[in-house]
């Protein structure tokens, strides 16, 4: 599995970002792919979390209401559409890829390299 992120940059304070994932060898044990992201000094978070098949969603309470997780089975990509944006919402964000079961997302050790997002106030 190959998943290459994009998008990132640096945006002040109430502007909005669209973060891209290309992926490629999807295997049938992958059904959900996230986002997640690292700030300085912190652990990794998830953030959202998308299913392949009906395209359910689930959202970190951070970001409920800003950021919209979306998928096109057909690119073969993956988006994070990030709105109102903050300083804390400064990190590298990441993709990644694993199942989920019932709502919950379970990240495999399917890593992009990450995307660096800079919000200024």
């Known amino acids: 599995v190959e998943l290459v992120e994009s998008g990132g940059g640096l945006v002040q304070a109430g502007d909005s970002l669209r973060l891209s994932c290309a992926a490629s060898?999807?295997?049938?044990?992958?059904?959900?792919m996230g986002w997640y992201r690292q700030a300085p000094g912190n652990e990794r978070e998830l953030v959202a979390h998308?299913?392949?098949?009906?395209?359910?969603?689930n959202y970190a309470d951070a970001v409920k209401g800003r950021f919209t997780i979306s998928r096109d089975n057909a690119k073969n990509t993956m988006y994070l559409q990030m709105s109102s944006l903050k300083p804390e919402d400064t990190a590298v964000y990441y993709c990644?890829?694993?199942?989920?079961?019932?709502?919950?997302?379970?990240?495999?050790?399917?890593w992009g390299k990450g995307t660096l997002v800079i919000v200024s106030s």
């Open positions: 990644n890829a694993g199942r989920d079961y019932t709502g919950t997302y379970y990240g495999m050790d399917y």
């Open positions: 060898g999807i295997t049938f044990s992958i059904n959900a």
């Open positions: 998308i299913t392949l098949g009906r395209g359910d969603t």
